[in-house]
């Protein structure tokens, strides 16, 4: 993998590092389901689901875990896990699953389209400043019919494309916000 992903990974963990203590462990992933769901007052049904398909993720990650690690990933185990299962159908659509999950969740109108206020509040919720990265041209870059409303099919191919992609010119490298060590 590229140095670029890399980075990439990295910055994932560390978005997933909600108590910032340098390890992801399940507690990190319900904190991260608990803030969304309160911050978009989630009904308990979407919730649940939301909880469920974060533990499922956190199991998936699990798979790769160092025996001694007591239940908690470092960034290198977080991103080798990552590389063993990238390709992985189970694995991707148990992504997808998630995704979608939180699509509805930023959704705040479900009118099936994130409009830019709900996607920029999404980055308000994760604790960045407006002027951290320029959150419209991120915006415009998944908007890929240019209609300035995000289809899920345009919110997931941003995602996979952060994931998967090796690109650094991609636009949706920013889909988490700016690439911060």
Same mark, same amino acid.
């Given at each position: 993998?590229?140095?670029f992903w ?8 560390k978005? &997933?590092?909600f108590? &910032?203590? %340098?390890?992801i ?5 319900g904190?991260? %389901?608990?803030r969304?769901? /309160? ?17 499922r !993720?956190?199991?998936?990650y699990?798979?790769?875990?160092? +025996?001694?690690?007591? $239940?908690?990933l470092?960034a290198?185990?977080?991103i080798?896990s990552?590389? $063993? *299962? ?6 991707v659509t148990?992504?997808?699953? /998630?995704?979608l %999950?939180?699509?509805?969740?930023l @959704? !705040?109108? *479900? @009118? %099936?389209y994130?409009?830019p ?19 419209k041209?991120?915006?415009?870059a998944m908007?890929?019919? &240019?209609?300035?409303?995000?289809s ?8 996979f494309?952060? /994931?998967f992609? *090796? ?9 988490f916000? +700016?690439? /911060?060590?």
């Amino acid at each position: 993998m590229s140095e670029f992903w890399l980075k990439k990974m990295k910055y994932y963990f560390k978005i &997933h590092d909600f108590d &910032h203590d %340098g390890y992801i462990n399940e507690d990190d992933f319900g904190e991260i %389901g608990r803030r969304f769901a /309160v911050s978009r007052n989630a009904t308990a049904d979407k919730k649940e689901e939301l909880m469920r398909s974060l533990r499922r !993720v956190w199991q998936i990650y699990m798979k790769y875990e160092d +025996p001694k690690s007591s $239940k908690r990933l470092t960034a290198a185990i977080f991103i080798e896990s990552i590389k $063993k *299962q990238l390709y992985d159908p189970d694995f991707v659509t148990l992504l997808q699953q /998630v995704i979608l %999950g939180l699509f509805e969740l930023l @959704d !705040v109108n *479900q @009118d %099936g389209y994130l409009q830019p206020e709900e996607y920029e509040r999404w980055f308000d919720d994760m604790g960045f400043p407006e002027e951290a990265f320029d959150r419209k041209a991120a915006f415009d870059a998944m908007d890929t019919n &240019h209609d300035n409303k995000l289809s899920f099919d345009e919110f997931i191919r941003a995602y996979f494309d952060f /994931v998967f992609s *090796q690109d650094e010119s991609s636009p949706n490298k920013f889909f988490f916000g +700016p690439l /911060v060590d």
